[in-house]
């Protein structure tokens, strides 16, 4: 295993040249990327409806075709389910990923073409790899056994030759062979449907294994490395797996599952951040430091960029800047076109710029998941910071939560409320209120200004969820796993709600 772990390293390594050109020259990179999108689209249905073969640039894309979302697509990516050639890409899409979104909305079907898969999704893997291996020349990952939890991993026949299913799903049935060599657990078991069985077999044989890297989305691996413990009856993962060096980890953020992994690893591991989704892969972590959510925006993916600022989201026609016009510090929210057949999407993510040259970006948030029913504007990166700092504060480990507006009635001010489900409570709940409360002030000024002496909002209101009721309230729902993520905020009450009825509050 040691001779394939040098060869695999010296292979992925011939990738960072590739990764400096575009650190140094990322307008030029990313006008390169347009081109090929839109020599490809002018052959397509899409493009000859905005006449692509008359763009010259990059403003007339913008000016000519419309900002779009998954619903506005939709016919279209219909069309293209059918087995229709040329419809949005060049040729025939066989893959579609499926994906939720959230726990209630209804699925969305993501075109995966051969091109978005290659040059995309299995890019960002070796980018990564790449990544670790040239700052951790010591990196041993491929002496031992990669541990990948992906999502539900069924894949259904849309035809004769169409698909659909998860991405993991999809990306496990055309996996590189060096990967499968590395990779558990194997078809058999990652293709399991049940999601709980899968649990148990997965752990169990990766017991076996020397497991040096793990990757997964951080709340469902967690339950994952607690199955093992609970097997194993070991008090730590590092006594199970003593050569385990990192994990990579995306979906969701970090922040509030770090002093977790910290406890339940039990031994110094690098934690490497993705920015990932069915519509592509956008960011990796290049530089190696617990907590630092920084990820180098990856501009050679056959993605082209767009941002929309948040001053113009609701609008029916926002405006878009180009990634020259980017500004650290703002908020935004992304637009992307794709290999896949995606124009001018907006998958609903909001991002800031941490740096320019290179271009690093930090994920803030989902465009409707949020608070502003009275002017407060908070956004997910606020929440998993005060929940943080609450959790330091009172010696406490938050295992999920939720929070919604509670609306004004009569005299009565507004107020959040907060669900959360602790895996070790606060010694004093009133202190884990009040510095929740406190670091949403300093973090957020609209937020601040409608709490000044209660006047607007009240004192944020908390219910202390039992073990394994936000885990029992996606299994009821069909939920368990992967992508399907409890949403952190919500504007109105339909989460908040739904689990108050479901644990009898």
């Known amino acids: 295993m040691q001779l394939f772990n040098t060869i695999i390293a010296k292979a992925v390594k011939l ?14 990179v990313q006008e390169e990327v347009f081109q090929h999108l839109i020599n490809h689209g002018k052959h397509t249905y899409y493009g000859k409806k905005y006449h692509f073969q008359e763009l010259r640039n990059s403003d007339e894309f913008r000016n000519r075709a419309p900002v779009t979302t998954y619903e506005s697509l939709e016919p279209l990516i219909n069309r293209t389910m059918k087995g229709e050639k040329d419809v949005l890409w060049t040729g025939e899409t066989k893959w579609f990923a499926k994906s939720s979104g959230t726990t209630n909305a209804k699925s969305k079907f993501i075109p995966v073409t051969k091109e978005s898969l290659e040059d995309n999704h299995f890019k960002c893997g070796k980018d990564l790899i790449a990544l670790y291996y040239y700052t ?35 990306m496990i049935k055309n996996l590189p062979f060096w990967v ?87 031994k110094h591991i690098t934690y490497l951040e993705i920015y990932n989704a069915s519509e592509g892969f ?84 989902r465009t409707k998941h949020y608070i502003n029913a009275f002017g407060e504007e908070l956004i997910i990166e606020n929440a998993d910071k005060a929940i943080d700092k609450a959790c330091e504060a009172s010696h406490a480990t938050v295992k999920d939560y939720t929070a919604a507006p509670i609306f004004m009635k009569g005299d009565q001010q507004g107020a959040h409320e907060w669900i959360i489900e602790f895996t070790h409570p606060p010694k004093d709940i009133n202190q884990f209120r009040t510095v929740l409360d406190e670091t949403l002030k300093s973090l957020n000024s609209d937020y601040e200004a409608k709490r000044y002496n209660n006047y607007v909002l009240d004192l944020p209101q908390l219910v202390i969820a039992s073990p394994n009721t936000f885990y029992n309230w996606l299994k009821e729902k069909g939920k368990l796993g992967g992508q399907n993520k409890v949403p952190r905020l919500s504007n109105n009450r339909d989460y908040v709600e739904s689990l108050k009825q479901f644990i009898g509050v």
């Open 15 to 28: 990738r960072i040249p590739q990764i400096e050109r575009y650190v140094e020259q990322p307008h030029k």
């Open 136 to 170: 951790h020349p010591e990196a041993k990952l491929f002496t031992g056994k990669g541990l990948a939890l992906g999502g539900s991993s069924e894949v259904n026949a849309l035809g004769k030759n169409s698909y659909f299913g998860d991405l993991s799903a999809l």
């Open 180 to 266: 499968e060599l590395h990779r558990i657990p194997g078809k058999e078991i990652a293709l399991l449907a049940e999601w709980e069985k899968k649990l148990e077999e997965m752990a169990k044989a990766a017991i076996a294994e020397d497991i040096t890297e793990i990757s997964g989305v951080p709340s469902w691996t967690l339950v994952l490395l607690n199955k093992v413990l609970e097997i194993t009856q070991k008090e730590t993962i590092a006594e199970v797996w003593p050569n385990i060096e990192l994990f990579v980890h995306g979906g969701v953020s970090f922040t509030p599952y770090r002093e977790q992994y910290k406890r339940i690893i039990g």
């Open 282 to 365: 956008f960011g990796v972590q290049d530089q190696f430091s617990l907590g630092d959510p920084s990820l180098l925006l990856m501009l050679d993916y056959g993605i082209f960029y767009e941002f929309v600022p948040l001053s113009e989201i609701d609008k029916e026609h926002p405006k878009t800047i180009s990634l020259a016009e980017v500004e650290v510090g703002k908020q935004y929210s992304l637009v992307i076109s794709t290999t896949g057949g995606l124009w001018r999407y907006m998958p609903g993510d909001t991002i800031t710029f941490t740096s320019i040259y290179p271009y690093r970006i930090r994920v803030t948030g």
